[in-house]
């Protein structure tokens, strides 16, 4: 068996009626290699004029990087370094949080135009050595994401290296992440190249080794051997993994080797010694009562 466990996403409610599917964490398995958080995002059509509750008010991060990518649609990003960019489809927006940034994530074109909006979020942690590096955002388009195409299955180097490829975004460990797109009846393998490998089926129905893998599942590979992944429909799949950081504690959005780091992270949001995003400065997402430091008695 090559497999270790399915994972089928959870729906999870951002606010405002902003509803994406959760993989990562999970109870049986909170992190594949550094990746400790995977929101699969959509799909769904917002028409012109749509509320701005539904966009991500400028919130903090601390000890990971962000990666945001997109099938289809549109996202405005805005930061406390002074970056706005928007992300389109293939492309990459990596954000390295390390000692802490705030951002904001807005759907501007979608107001004005409509969009069908579908993509995906993912956390990658920081190594203990890089946990607190200067906060650091990249924008990653054409060469820096290398493509490949052969027998039914392209794909596209989102992060990391894999397969001979080397992709341009930033990283601070060994890792790898994919898209594929696959055509019925066509093959992948994924290689032993890391010590943590998981797929997401986006779209489609796969076989994994005689195991039948549908839209919205997560399968984390067993270690230790190749393990072959066929399309039984049209598929879009996202392949990630790579080596382990050591343990992770996640609180809201703050992610950290160390549980007193997240708690002076919480105290700095709720006591807003955090610079907020530059050019969205009139609003931002108060720290939730779960991640509250406890009052002193």
């Not at 032993?192 to 089926?201: G, H, Q």
């Not at 190749?226 to 504690?249: C, K, N, Q, W, Y």
Request: glycine share 10%.
């Amino acid at each position: 068996m090559s497999v270790d466990l399915i994972i089928d996403k959870r729906i999870h409610d951002l606010g405002g009626g902003f509803q994406v599917g959760r993989l990562l964490p999970y109870r049986a398995r909170r992190m594949v290699g550094p990746f400790v958080f995977f929101d699969h995002m959509g799909p769904m059509d917002l028409a012109p004029g749509i509320s701005k509750s539904l966009d991500v008010r400028p919130h903090p991060h601390i000890g990971l990087s962000t990666v945001t990518y997109l099938y289809d649609g549109a996202m405005t990003h805005r930061d406390s370094l002074g970056f706005k960019m928007e992300i389109r489809p293939g492309e990459v927006n990596w954000m390295t949080a390390g000692k802490g940034i705030t951002h904001s994530e807005r759907f501007e074109r979608a107001r004005l135009e409509g969009a069908h909006m579908h993509g995906i979020q993912a956390w990658v942690a920081l190594p203990n050595e890089a946990e607190e590096v200067d906060p650091r955002f990249t924008h990653h388009v054409g060469h820096d994401l290398p493509t490949w195409s052969e027998m039914g299955v392209k794909g596209r180097l989102i992060a990391g290296e894999m397969d001979g490829l080397k992709a341009g975004v930033p990283t601070h460990s060994p890792l790898f992440y994919q898209h594929l797109e696959m055509i019925p009846g066509a093959k992948h393998t994924v290689s032993t190249a890391y010590t943590e490998r998981a797929l997401y089926v986006v779209r489609g129905h796969l076989d994994i080794n005689g195991l039948e893998l549908e839209a919205g599942q997560m399968a984390v590979l067993k270690a230790g051997s190749p393990v072959d992944i066929r399309a039984i429909a049209e598929s879009t799949v996202m392949v990630l993994g790579g080596e382990p950081v050591g343990e992770r504690f996640l609180l809201w959005n703050f992610v950290s080797s160390s549980k007193d780091r997240l708690a002076q992270a919480a105290e700095d949001w709720r006591q807003q010694r955090m610079k907020l995003p530059v050019g969205d400065e009139l609003e931002f997402i108060p720290l939730p009562d779960s991640a509250m430091p406890p009052s002193k008695t």
